[in-house]
């Protein structure tokens, strides 16, 4: 049978193409989508756990939209890549993959994204998670338990026992890592919603711990206000931030063809450092570095092209750029030099750059 074609119209050239291998409901109103990449597109979706899908979701006004949702499944673990999907009640990506996605069907994909990664197998973390806040932190868990000797400690809330997503897994991981998984669950309908006080005490155990948080807005507020309470340092606190992608990463920006040709187009002399390789190009005032290097074939990790996801996150180590940092870097990340790659143009050169 001939998988089913519910990819936007007019595909980008910038997505691929992955069949739906199952459709998995995990609670009533979340489901799990199973993606196959084809052979020749397995590298290009090699990912990290904690890290996240950008898919083009068929709109009948706009062609697509893009929606970015999480990896539940662990590398080193799972032949195929899924995601997990929590509906929302004005959401329309999660009310359409909910609704229309069936096993057999074809999606339009981006690369996997995301900086909410472990550093490390090996170092015992705390890893906090609110409803489908789960979805990366439970990739970062698995892939802990599978492949390192870190112990893990989940924090999870959910308004009752009937929202909890991966409940049996999580059983049986926790049978299974006996000593090593630690798994505390929080009932917002039993004990009301985790205070600053509540999660400082779960912190306070083991302060030396890698602290990870993914969750509503207010959750995640609560959670960062207990670490600081705690002195856990900066650098040992990672948090996953998701807002609604309003630019289109799908289609690309137009370039002239004069402008990649040497002395075609006036720019400033820029070194880009990606992946361990050199870059050396004119970079041009009217595009952004993404753009740019998208515009060269270079591989550069994007996945919003609005300022709202953080993946092209790079820090300019000489030179100048002009940029709108939006809200997802930090003002100490600012102040070192980062800069987010898809809203940067040049400003001052010769300009040197490392992601």
Known sequence: ???????????????????????????????????????????????????????????????????????????????????????ISSGYGSNWLCDNVQTGALVTVLPPAGRFTPTSYDVDV???????GITPVMSILKAILANGAGAV????????????????ELNGLRDAHRGRLTVIHWFDGVSGFPTTSHLIEVIDADT?????????????????????????????????????ITGDPFTPTPVPVNMLEPGGSSGVETSVLLYGLTHNFEWSTDLTLVDALLARDVAVPYSCRSGEC????????????TTDAGDVLE?????????????????????????
């Not at 507020?221 to 670490?227: E, L, W």
């Not at 102040?335 to 992601?355: D, K, N």
């Open 153 to 168: 400690t989940l924090f999870y809330a959910n308004r009752d026992a009937d929202s909890v997503i991966f409940a049996r």
């Open 1 to 87: 049978m001939q998988p089913t074609d519910l990819t936007a119209r007019e595909p980008s050239s910038r997505g691929h193409l992955l069949e739906v291998m199952a459709v998995i409901d995990e609670t009533p109103d979340a489901r799990s989508i199973v993606l196959r990449p084809t052979e020749v597109d397995r590298p290009t979706f090699a990912y990290d756990p904690g890290q996240f899908l950008t898919i083009a979701i068929p709109s009948e006004l706009t062609g697509h939209v893009a929606r970015s949702y999480s990896l539940s499944s662990a590398p080193s673990l799972d032949a195929d890549l899924k995601i997990t999907v929590k509906r």
């Open 208 to 244: 030396s711990r890698e602290v990870f948080v993914c969750g509503p807005g207010p959750f995640m507020d609560a959670v960062a206000a207990a670490v600081e309470a705690a002195r856990v340092p900066r650098e040992r606190f990672h948090r996953e931030v998701f807002s609604s």
């Open 310 to 321: 953080g993946s092209c996150v790079c820090r300019v180590t000489k030179g100048a750029v």
């Open 126 to 132: 705390l890893l906090f998670a609110a409803g489908s």
């Open 331 to 355: 003002p100490e990340d600012a102040a070192e030099g980062y800069v987010l790659g898809c809203q940067s143009r040049p400003s001052e050169g010769p300009i040197e750059i490392e992601f």
